[in-house]
């Protein structure tokens, strides 16, 4: 009994052994392993880095509602852009630097904008192509400025969008958009009597219609109705649409954005009144309305840089390439973001710079080189900048026929 006692203890005494040893050697494995990984994370870091600067890239960013009721804009920005890039990167890219291009959804939402930007901003974003929409661009323009970025909005009108020096703009401002439109109308004898629909509570629209009452006094036509809605009140228009009515308009000036153009003209036609309606650049996008009968689009008139239809070869080319890639016809905003890409190649191989500078270094660099740049594009020929990152170009009126956009 005592020898099978003294066997069970120095069964038990090897099995405590043998386990603790175990443990002992799964933790020094562990220890082992741990510090592996570290080094294989570093070298992988340091391999992303070396690859980055051996490829010589230029990374730009985007952002736009790419979902959500403004996708539309943001669809065709991005993919105007994509093309601009895919072009520029075959044949030789920004002085011998290849283009990588990252577009961010932002839903047409300025907080969700801005989050956009930080993302950006971690990707290692150098410059901003964008954003699309002007709320949202007035909200990011404030980060760039700070963060002294070079932002070049293809399509956001409002003034706001280019109030400091490091911001730059390819679609014409709100002021430009009033001016013009009034003008169009005066001049070719469109209406005597014209009434507005115009949304107070957002900048674009406001913006737009403050100019063009200025401009209509100059004019030989009469405002005679002039209704605001909100964006708390943009789905019932027959209180606005009766004014006009009754007030004898001719022509009812649209300074708003397609959604709630569309609507307008579905309720007019309800309510049995047929005037001209004219617009500006928000209402390119109206046809491809989800739902929208785009009957109800024929004659109506906008002012753009861009006509699908024009015959120079750059347009035809851009459309024909727009068409192959993505089976549609593009809009303006398309055409905007397009013309984008190629400014910033224009206005970078002029100030020379290279994959290595820092993001304010080129932002200091395209500053300079914004204003002395001459670019031809689809959206206008012979454009030029001040240093208020204002644009120089002349507008042109296109007209629904037939369900496709007819330059005038």
């Known amino acids: 009994m005592k020898k099978l006692l003294s066997l069970l203890m120095v069964l038990v005494f090897v099995m405590v052994s043998a386990v603790g040893c175990g443990t002992t050697a799964t933790t020094t494995d562990t220890s082992a392993a741990t510090t592996d990984t570290a080094t294989d994370t570093t070298a992988a870091t340091d391999a992303t880095v070396a690859t980055d600067a051996a490829t010589n890239t230029i990374k730009i960013g985007g952002i736009g509602p790419i979902s959500g009721a403004a996708a539309v804009y943001g669809t065709a920005v991005q993919n105007g852009a994509q093309l601009a890039v895919d072009e520029i990167n075959a044949n030789g890219g920004i002085n011998g630097m290849t283009i990588d291009f990252n577009f961010q959804d932002d839903e047409h939402d300025a907080e969700k904008s801005v989050n956009a930007y930080n993302t950006l901003k971690d990707w290692g974003m150098q410059l901003l192509m964008g954003t699309v929409t002007s709320t949202p661009c007035i909200a990011v323009a404030d980060l760039t400025n700070t963060d002294n970025m070079f932002q070049l909005t293809p399509s956001a009108s409002a003034v706001a969008c280019t ?83 009754d007030a004898g308009a001719e022509l009812v000036f649209l300074p708003i954005y397609y959604q709630e153009a569309a609507l ?62 993505y089976g549609e016809t593009p809009n303006q905003f398309a055409a905007d973001a397009y013309d984008a890409m190629y400014i910033i190649k224009t206005a970078a191989e002029k100030a020379a710079i290279t994959s290595d500078m820092s993001a304010s270094d080129i932002c200091d660099a395209l500053k300079a080189a914004m204003p002395t740049i001459t670019y031809d594009g689809v959206t206008g020929l012979g454009m030029t900048w001040t240093v208020d990152g204002e644009v120089n170009k002349a507008p042109k009126a296109i007209k629904i026929e037939n369900g496709v956009y007819v330059a005038m």
């Not at 737009?208 to 004019?219: L, R, V």
């Not at 024929?298 to 080319?317: I, S």
């Open 163 to 245: 109030q400091y020096p490091n911001a730059f703009r390819v679609c014409f401002s709100d002021p430009m958009q009033g001016t013009a439109a009034a003008a169009y109308i005066g001049q070719n004898k469109l209406a005597t009597k014209v009434a507005v629909i115009y949304n107070s509570s957002d900048v674009y629209s406001s913006g737009i219609y403050e100019k063009f009452a200025a401009e209509a006094a100059n004019q030989n036509f009469e405002i005679v109705s002039a209704e605001a809605f909100t964006d708390d009140s943009k789905t019932d228009f027959s209180v606005q649409i009766q004014k006009a009515k």
């Open 264 to 325: 307008i003209l579905s309720q007019a036609k309800s309510a049995n009144y047929a005037p001209l309606f004219f617009g500006c650049d928000g209402l390119d996008g109206i046809l491809a309305q989800e739902g929208f009968d785009t009957s109800l689009a024929e004659g109506v008139m906008l002012l753009t840089p861009f006509a699908a239809d024009a015959t120079d070869d750059l347009t035809v080319n851009f459309v024909k390439n727009y068409e192959a890639a």
